[in-house]
T-cell receptor
Framework: AQRVTQPEKLLSVFKGAPVELKCNYS??????LFWYVQYSRQRLQLLLR??SRESIKGFTADLNKGETSFHLKKPFAQEEDSAMYYC???????????FGAGTRLAVHP | SQTIHQWPATLVQPVGSPLSLECTVE??????LYWYRQAAGRGLQLLFY??????ISSEVPQNLSASRPQDRQFILSSKKLLLSDSGFYLC?????????????FGQGTRLTVV
């Protein structure tokens, strides 16, 4: 069965501290993994995807197939990073897109 | 450019009344369409998805149903609402195949059943 697990509901850090939002997945095929972000009063939007191996707003995420993880990292958190972050898995065979429970990141001054 | 419209933005309905939420997509064809319910602590729960006209996959058995009468139209319905149907509903679309652009979301509908 396909599943996305985000174990932390809330992650609270101070500005300038490193951030790691955890995501683990369960999928028998070759998954496409994403991080989505929802800022206050805004629509949910794509942050980054594993296939492009990009850095967006200082965030990176590496797919670790051995550990079935796709953790989101940023070396120095900013206050504007405060938002809700969702890890997502797309199963191409079924065109199904599922999300984790989300982690709220709060960056304090 | 592609856009997604979802309405209404808010809705207050009495228990036992019917429901119809509509979602339409512009600027693309043959999208995958999704309905989610967003709840605090439970994230985005996939309710229904559709890969084509008339093709609906249900993820969670419940008091809701979905239909796709046209390529870019996705409707979430209920014949009789329950109090537990209250929540925030999101519509989304993706392209087919490799997800270069990811999913695009509507603004959401806040449903309160009273």
């Amino acid at each position: 069965a396909q599943r996305v697990t985000q174990p932390e509901k809330l992650l609270s850090v101070f500005k300038g501290a490193p951030v790691e939002l955890k995501c683990n997945y369960s999928y028998s095929g070759s998954p496409e993994l994403f991080w989505y972000v929802q800022y206050s009063r805004q629509r949910l939007q794509l942050l980054l995807r594993h296939i492009s191996r990009e850095s967006i707003k200082g965030f990176t995420a590496d797919l670790n197939k051995g550990e079935t993880s796709f953790h989101l990292k940023k070396p120095f958190a900013q206050e504007e990073d405060s938002a809700m972050y969702y890890c997502a898995l797309f199963s191409g065979g079924y065109n199904k897109l599922i999300f984790g429970a989300g982690t709220r990141l709060a960056v304090h001054p | 450019s592609q856009t997604i419209h979802q309405w209404p933005a808010t809705l207050v309905q009495p228990v036992g009344s019917p429901l119809s939420l509509e979602c339409t997509v512009e600027g693309t064809s043959n999208p995958n369409l999704y309905w989610y319910r967003q709840a605090a602590g439970r994230g985005l729960q996939l309710l229904f998805y559709s890969v084509g006209i008339g093709q609906i996959s249900s993820e969670v058995p419940q008091n809701l149903s979905a239909s796709r009468p046209q390529d870019r139209q996705f409707i979430l319905s209920s014949k009789k609402l329950l109090l537990s149907d209250s929540g925030f509903y999101l519509c989304a679309w993706t392209g087919k195949g490799r997800q270069g652009s990811g999913a695009f979301f509507g603004q959401g509908t806040r449903l309160t059943v009273v």
